[in-house]
Nanobody, 128 residues
Framework: VQLQASGGGLVQAGGSLELSCAAS????????IGWYRQVPGGQREFVAL?????????????KYADSVKGRFTISRDNAKNTVYLQMNRLKPEDTAVYYC?????????????????WGQGTQVTVSS
């Protein structure tokens, strides 16, 4: 599985950005796709997750970190093999490199015992 993240940039506090994560390769093996973020010197922290292959919920089940609930929305477009992270009401503390990650049994252990693949990061900078 290969992941291509895009959409980062510089925005003022209160503004919005949308990140995209396009998946390719062994799409059939993906169970979920999520976003993590990392600041210099810090560990990657969970942001949001959406299941990928659910047939009972066409929009996918989602999870969010408490710090982004109500401001960020994760969604998927299975036809485009893409997951989106809509980020609204951005704060300076949201500044980080954002990474998408795909849960896949085919991959190495990537976080918390989960197997999958990381995409490259995309920088999000929120100015005060």
């Amino acid at each position: 599985v290969q992941l291509q993240a895009s959409g980062g940039g510089l925005v003022q506090a209160g503004g919005s950005l949308e990140l995209s994560c396009a998946a390719s390769g062994s799409i059939f093996s993906i169970d979920a796709i999520g976003w993590y973020r990392q600041v210099p010197g810090g560990q990657r922290e969970f942001v949001a997750l959406i299941d990928w292959a659910s047939t009972t919920n066409s929009e996918g089940s989602t999870k969010y970190a408490d710090s982004v609930k109500g401001r960020f929305t994760i969604s998927r477009d299975n036809a485009k093999n893409t997951v989106y992270l809509q980020m609204n009401r951005l704060k300076p503390e949201d500044t980080a490199v954002y990474y998408c990650v795909a849960d896949s049994a085919l991959g190495p252990v990537v976080y918390g015992g989960h197997r999958g693949y990381w995409g490259q990061g995309t920088q999000v900078t929120v100015s005060s």
